[in-house]
C-alpha cells in the first residue's frame, strides 16, 4: 500500500515565479492537509481538503496561495510570485477521515521549496 | 489561539536509559494527541496517538495524557541511538478548524 506521495521532492524557483506542489494521499484516503515548515519553526497547519471542496483553509496566506484537489488527480498547492520567505518544506497528509474523531494523519515526504 | 509548547532542547540522554518527552496545550477542547517523529530532513512519522487520560503503551513508547493539567508527555524505554530525532507534539480540538497544531518540537539526543 503505497504511502503518502509528493512531487516534486526539491524545487528551485526564481523570485516572481509560480511554484505548483502536487500531492496523492494514501489509497483509501480522501481528506488531505497542507503544512508548511519554515527552517527552525514547527509544522503550520495551512488548508484542509476534500475532493472538489476546500473544507478549511484558515491557515492560507491571504494572497499568493491557492489549493485545489480535484475529482481526479492529485491536490495541489500553487504559489504564484514566489518571494524568498516562502522558501521551506511543505508537506501533505492524509487521513481516512471515517467516523467523528480526528483519524491519523499520515504524512508525506514533503517538497523543499528553495526560491532564489 | 491554542499552542502547544515543548522544551527545544537539545536533551541528551544515555543509551538505554529513558526518554522523557513532555508538552503542555493552551486549548481545553484538544480531543485527539498525537507524537510525531521527525529526523532531520524528512517528513513526521506517526509515534503515537492517544484520545483518553492515562497512559497508552505501545512496544518502548508509553504516551501519557492528563486533560485536566493540559499536558501530555511520551517515555521512551531502553533509549537507542536510533532514536535521535526531533519529537513533535500535536493535538486537534475536533471541531471547526481540522487541522493539527504542531509544537516546535524537542530535539533528542541518545549518547552512545
Known amino acids: 500500500n503505497a504511502g503518502v506521495m509528493q512531487n516534486p521532492r526539491h524545487l528551485v524557483r526564481r523570485r516572481g515565479q509560480e511554484a505548483r506542489l502536487r500531492c496523492s494521499p494514501m489509497k483509501g484516503h480522501s481528506h488531505v492537509y497542507w503544512y508548511r515548515q519554515l527552517p527552525e519553526e514547527g509544522l503550520k497547519f495551512m488548508v484542509y481538503?476534500?475532493?472538489?471542496?476546500?473544507?478549511?483553509e484558515s491557515g492560507m496566506p491571504k494572497e499568493r496561495f491557492s489549493a485545489e484537489f480535484p475529482k481526479e488527480g492529485p491536490s495541489i498547492l500553487r504559489i504564484q510570485q514566489v518571494v524568498r520567505g516562502d522558501s521551506a518544506a511543505y508537506f501533505c497528509?492524509?487521513?481516512?477521515?471515517?467516523?467523528?474523531?480526528?483519524?491519523?494523519?499520515?504524512f508525506g515526504p514533503g517538497t523543499r521549496l528553495l526560491v532564489l | 489561539q491554542k499552542e502547544v509548547e515543548q522544551n527545544s532542547g537539545p536533551l541528551s540522554v544515555p543509551e538505554g536509559a529513558i526518554a522523557s518527552l513532555n508538552c503542555t496545550y493552551s486549548?481545553?477542547?484538544?480531543?485527539?494527541f498525537f507524537w510525531y517523529r521527525q529526523y532531520s530532513g524528512k517528513s513526521p512519522e506517526l509515534i503515537m496517538s492517544i484520545y483518553s487520560n492515562g497512559d497508552k503503551e505501545d512496544g518502548r513508547f508509553t504516551a501519557q495524557l492528563n486533560k485536566a493539567s493540559q499536558y501530555v508527555s511520551l517515555l521512551i524505554r531502553d533509549s537507542q541511538p536510533s532514536d535521535s530525532a526531533t519529537y513533535l507534539c500535536?493535538?486537534?480540538?475536533?471541531?471547526?478548524?481540522?487541522?493539527?497544531?504542531f509544537g516546535k518540537g524537542t530535539h533528542l539526543i541518545i549518547q552512545p
Open positions: 481538503l476534500q475532493k472538489e471542496n476546500i473544507i478549511d
Open positions: 486549548d481545553r477542547g484538544s480531543q485527539s
Open positions: 497528509a492524509s487521513s481516512p477521515r471515517v467516523g467523528g474523531t480526528q483519524e491519523t494523519q499520515y
Open positions: 500535536a493535538l486537534d480540538s475536533g471541531g471547526g478548524a481540522d487541522g493539527l497544531t
